[in-house]
């Protein structure tokens, strides 16, 4: 899942600045008036959001994981990951000069 976020009205890939008939800037507009699932606050202009399954949109700061983020990977735990168990030429990042 990407969150997203809506150009200001009168910004380069925003909505006119005045109202205006293009069905584009329609959709942002109300887009941008929907209601967070979260907070009820609108969710506006130049603020990341998702789009859940059900259709409903929720900033990205009233958003919580279902289950909790998992441990950050340790490359050690995995000796095939650990470039540091690599002859020095087969490290990543490091160029081989023939």
Same mark, same amino acid.
């Given at each position: $899942? #990407?969150?997203?976020s809506l150009p200001a009205p009168g910004t380069k890939y925003g909505p006119c600045a005045d109202p205006c008939q293009h069905?584009?800037?329609?959709?942002?507009?109300? $887009? #941008?008036?929907r209601n967070c699932a979260g907070c009820a606050d609108k969710?506006?202009?130049d603020q990341r959001f998702f789009c859940e399954d059900d259709g409903s949109l929720l900033?990205?700061?009233c958003w919580q994981p279902d289950n909790p983020p998992s441990p950050?990977?340790?490359?050690?735990?995995?000796?095939?990951?650990?470039?540091r168990k690599l002859p020095?030429?087969?490290?990543?990042g490091r160029s081989i000069h023939w």
């Open positions: $899942m #990407a969150a997203s069905t584009d800037c329609a959709a942002t507009r109300a $887009m #941008a008036d969710i506006g202009y900033h990205l700061k950050q990977f340790d490359p050690s735990s995995n000796p095939a990951l650990d470039n020095r030429n087969q490290r990543s």
